[in-house]
T-cell receptor, first 114, second 113 residues
Framework: ETGVTQSPTHLIKTRGQQVTLRCSSQ?????VSWYQQALGQGPQFIFQ???????GRGNFPPRFSGLQFPNYSSELNVNALELDDSALYLC?????????????FGPGTRLTVT | AQSVTQLGSHVSVSEGALVLLRCNYS??????LFWYVQYPNQGLQLLLK??????LVKGINGFEAEFKKSETSFHLTKPSAHMSDAAEYFC???????????FGTGTKLQVIP
């Protein structure tokens, strides 16, 4: 069983640029959630995708957007990057069908905005 | 709305001593509760979870937690700390029927030899 993978591992961008982060969910999982973890903080929920549709969103502006593909992999897009967007971005996959709501996390993408 | 409070951002214990990491939550509906561990430069690994049923939950690596509804608590314990337990621990809550998982700010556990 393949775990959750994320790419790239690290990324450096300039303020105002756009970035796309990728996540491959664990085999058999149909739900992907994205989190932002700033230094010294707990993860903050950005949004969740279930069967290719957004299904729940945290307190993040519209410049944070996402996609989920038919194979349940997902992308997180951030436009007009700001310095405060520097963080570890975590992807978590799960399956709602079993009702356990247990999430499995990837290793994260470390984004630095300069 | 739900929230999680973890008391103590840093906890130090001696190797072999009891580990107690505190977590209190608020939730307007029955909660699902989780403890995760994060090692440096890694993602989060699930230690244990409470959904329904038995309030004392056993997890991996000898950890356990007890759901106490009257105290709105879900404290994490381990009888005997090991050096490999040094990491950051996060408590999280997900209200039943909701998708959003709310995490606490984390507790860094230091194990002193």
């Amino acid at each position: 069983e393949t775990g959750v993978t994320q790419s790239p591992t690290h990324l450096i961008k300039t303020r105002g640029q756009q970035v796309t982060l990728r996540c491959s969910s664990q085999s058999g999982h149909n739900t992907v959630s994205w989190y932002q973890q700033a230094l010294g903080q707990g993860p903050q929920f950005i949004f969740q995708y279930y069967r290719e549709e957004e299904n729940g969103r945290g307190n993040f502006p519209p410049r944070f957007s996402g996609l989920q593909f038919p194979n349940y992999s997902s992308e997180l897009n951030v436009n007009a990057l700001e310095l405060d967007d520097s963080a570890l971005y975590l992807c978590a996959s799960s399956t709602r069908d079993r009702g356990s709501y247990e999430q499995y996390f990837g290793p994260g993408t470390r984004l630095t905005v300069t | 709305a739900q929230s999680v409070t973890q008391l103590g951002s840093h906890v130090s214990v001696s190797e072999g001593a009891l580990v107690l990491l505190r977590c209190n939550y608020s939730s307007s509906v029955p909660p699902y509760l989780f403890w995760y561990v994060q090692y440096p430069n890694q993602g989060l690994q699930l230690l244990l979870k409470y959904t329904t049923g038995a309030t004392l939950v056993k997890g991996i690596n000898g950890f356990e937690a007890e759901f106490k509804k009257s105290e709105t608590s879900f404290h994490l314990t381990k009888p005997s700390a090991h050096m490999s337990d040094a990491a950051e621990y996060f408590c999280a809550v997900r209200p039943e029927g909701y998708q959003k998982v709310t995490f606490g700010t984390g507790t860094k556990l230091q194990v002193i030899p």
